[in-house]
């Protein structure tokens, strides 16, 4: 359910197991408080609009260690 003058921010999980940063070519977590990708090895947040993923390091802000969010779980792999 969306809020009146609030858009609800989600990102598809399947995209979220394709996109990397692209400075780090490591794994991005979804903050959806902020609606944004976290890159915590590069301390970048990459905002999602309209549910469009912005991978710009030129739009991302950076984030400090406090926003960092907590520990990643394992990634799933595939099949083996």
């Given at each position: ?7 609800e921010?989600?990102v ?9 940063c ?7 977590a979804?903050?959806?408080e902020?609606?944004e990708?976290?890159?915590r090895?590069?301390?970048?947040a990459y905002?999602v609009?309209?549910g ?6 030129s739009?991302a802000?950076t ?8 520990p990643a779980?394992p990634r799933l792999s595939?099949?083996?």
């Amino acid at each position: 359910m969306v809020a009146e003058g609030r858009e609800e921010k989600k990102v598809d999980p399947k995209l979220l197991e394709l996109l990397a940063c692209p400075l780090t070519k490591g794994p991005l977590a979804w903050d959806p408080e902020r609606g944004e990708l976290i890159s915590r090895v590069a301390k970048l947040a990459y905002p999602v609009r309209d549910g469009i993923p912005i991978m710009l390091p030129s739009e991302a802000r950076t984030i400090s260690a406090d926003d960092v969010l907590p520990p990643a779980p394992p990634r799933l792999s595939g099949p083996s």
